[in-house]
């Protein structure tokens, strides 16, 4: 037994046999490892006894504890409240991560102001404003208002009313029939809060209160014989009924309720479907990361811990598909958080149980579709090992390609797949400091010198070095990357990727010309391929991207205040700057305003004036 085990195994000796929290370090001190146990002595020190019996992930757990700390707590509760705090202060490695949770979103919207609006918040406040949610995610509430403003015709930009009521020409959302425009004044302030307090019971789960209204009201109109009005409710109507369409109303049998979702096999995976008022709002599935072992409750009870800790109000309902250890525990913390009773159950029958069934569908499929893409993953890089003769299969491969227009912003991709899934946050594209005209060779020698120059300096950024390096083109190009490489005392595994008449990766190539076929093999065929579009497609977003900003600067940049949103929008518009060159004040007007088309107008009136003059 090494001395550190020996060390550990004395320190466990002197732990009381109460309830609390342990807290494992590893050899720099950081935290790896929060758990919580009823009797301390005898949970911690199983960690150290009879190694052969513990999971996998236990024994590496285990080999990388150096020390562990420990909380004497008062109760089972008070333990569970003090490993919520600690996880969520520490993030410890080895316990569940929601590496796929964005956080809670709410959706707000003042009905005091004269023009109320919609906005988004990751958490309400208590300021008299009306709030909808939480929604799963800033992308689920953005989602939801968009929604809104397109099926009531709500305005979105930034004008404030009734200030702004006459001041601009309306933009072209009005023009395109998406907006009501009250910068015009068509819109009474009494018509647009009736379609405000429309969203709102939509967002309530009212929406059929709010139907029912509307039809009620038009049909009251057809027969007064005011068709206009009645045309007016019927768009109305019809905007709410879409509305109401995007959600999901299941009646009465979860009026404010989370229901938790199960399945377990290669893979675990929990979804959870959120009821407010009868309505499906929003839903999610989590696929748990293959290191994490145990039972079905023992996974569920640790996921429910993390679930809720960073939400700030959960439902009066939790519906959960077994027991877990801790729902008694976690049922009164959330309780006393906000203040009412959060009950959490295990329905056995009735209209629970079919909403049960409907959350492990989506648990299951959730699974299954990551698991899916995993193991395809996992196979296709264990053919590229096979087929490249390695001992194991590459971890980390870096893909790089040059791009130019007309041999002017030559600019270079570096793309990076870790376990065969692109990993975007270590792209880097770089533009050529030392080369002039189109040589792709020396450009490609560039890219590699400064990639692992940066390597060698030690740049985090750049860390770790690559296991496989594919380069866009054939021996030469990867002659002339491994030479700028071994200039810096590197010698990575370089292959070129050659393309065939279709412009598709036939082979991988190695520096001395020798070929290796994937053609054959269409699963290594297709991940080969798209590892070399990822890296073209990179290269030549960079490279139109600094064209785009030499056409901003030409011209539009020298117009006092034409800024950077303003020549984005104008260019969206128009295409070019010689179409805005040639625009009319009112065309410009659109899309800027039509002070800024004054200016924008006066400017190219002058230059056409003085190239006149010259002639």
């Not at 145990?294 to 598909?321: C, H, K, M, N």
């Amino acid at each position: 037994m090494d001395d550190r085990l020996e060390r550990l195994k004395k320190k466990v000796l002197s732990l009381p046999a109460e309830p609390g929290v342990y807290i494992m370090l590893d050899s720099r001190g950081e935290v790896i490892y929060v758990g919580k146990a009823k009797k301390l002595k005898n949970r911690v020190s199983s960690y150290f006894q009879d190694q052969q019996s513990h999971t996998e992930k236990t024994r590496k757990l285990v080999s990388k504890i150096n020390d562990f700390n420990y909380i004497v707590a008062a109760s089972e509760y008070e333990a569970l409240m003090l490993e919520c705090s600690l996880i969520k202060q520490h993030q410890p490695k080895y316990n569940i991560k929601l590496k796929d949770s964005k956080g809670f979103h709410y959706i707000r919207c003042d009905l005091r102001e004269p023009y109320p609006n919609f906005t988004l918040s990751p958490a309400p406040l208590d300021d008299g404003a009306a709030w909808f949610g939480p929604y799963y995610g800033l992308a689920m509430a953005h989602r939801s208002v968009l929604a809104i403003r397109e099926a009531l015709k709500l305005p979105d930009c930034t004008r404030v009313f009734p200030r702004d009521i006459g001041r601009e020409r309306p933009c072209l959302n009005y023009h395109m029939g998406r907006c009501v425009a009250p910068c015009k004044g068509d819109i009474t302030q009494e018509e647009y809060r009736e379609l405000i307090r429309e969203a709102c019971d939509v967002l309530q789960g009212k929406g059929d209160e709010a139907a029912d209204a509307l039809r009620e009201e038009m049909e009251r109109a057809a027969e007064e014989l005011k068709f206009e009005r009645a045309a007016v409710l019927r768009d109305r109507l019809a905007a709410v009924e879409k509305l109401r369409s995007r959600q999901h109303v299941i009646g009465g049998g979860a009026p404010d309720t989370d229901v938790f979702g199960f399945y377990k096999a290669a893979r675990s995976a929990v979804s959870v479907l959120r009821y407010v008022d009868g309505t499906l709002t929003d839903k999610e599935a989590t696929v748990i990361e293959q290191s994490v072992e145990g039972t079905p409750e023992e996974i569920l009870d640790a996921f429910l811990t993390q679930y809720y800790i960073s939400r700030s109000d959960p439902p009066r309902t939790v519906l959960l598909p077994f027991d877990v250890e801790n729902r008694e525990n976690l049922a009164r913390m959330l309780s006393e958080r906000v203040g009412r009773k959060v009950e959490i159950l295990v329905p056995k029958r009735g209209e629970r149980m079919e909403l049960m069934r409907m959350a492990a569908r989506n648990a299951r499929e959730e699974a299954e579709r990551v698991t899916t893409n995993r193991d395809r993953t996992a196979r296709s890089l264990e053919l590229l090992r096979a087929a490249l003769g390695l001992e194991t299969a590459p971890k980390r491969i870096e893909a790089f390609d040059v791009s130019n227009f007309a041999g002017q912003d030559v600019v270079s991709s570096m793309v990076v797949m870790e376990d065969g899934a692109p990993k975007r946050s270590a792209y880097r594209r770089f533009k050529m400091k030392t080369i002039e005209g189109q040589d792709d060779y020396a450009s490609m020698a560039e890219t590699i010198t400064r990639r692992f120059t940066h390597l060698k300096e030690g740049d985090e950024k750049f860390l770790p070095a690559p296991d496989l390096v594919l380069i866009d083109g054939g021996a030469e190009h990867a002659r002339a990357a491994r030479s700028a490489a071994r200039a810096l005392g590197f010698d990575p595994l370089i292959y070129g990727m050659v393309k065939d008449g279709r412009h598709r990766t036939r082979a991988l190539v190695s520096p001395e010309g020798s070929e290796v076929s994937i053609s054959g093999n269409p699963q290594l065929f297709g991940f080969v391929g798209r590892i070399q579009e990822e890296a073209h497609r990179f290269a030549i977003t960079y490279n139109r991207e600094l064209r785009s900003r030499k056409l901003h600067g030409s011209e539009l940049e020298k117009i006092e205040g034409i800024g950077e949103k303003r020549r984005t929008a104008l260019l969206k518009r128009f295409g070019s700057v010689k179409k805005i060159s040639t625009a009319s004040e009112e065309e410009l007007a659109e899309t800027v305003g039509p002070f800024a088309a004054g200016k924008i107008r006066a400017y190219f009136d002058e230059k056409a004036r003085k190239s006149e003059e010259k002639e």
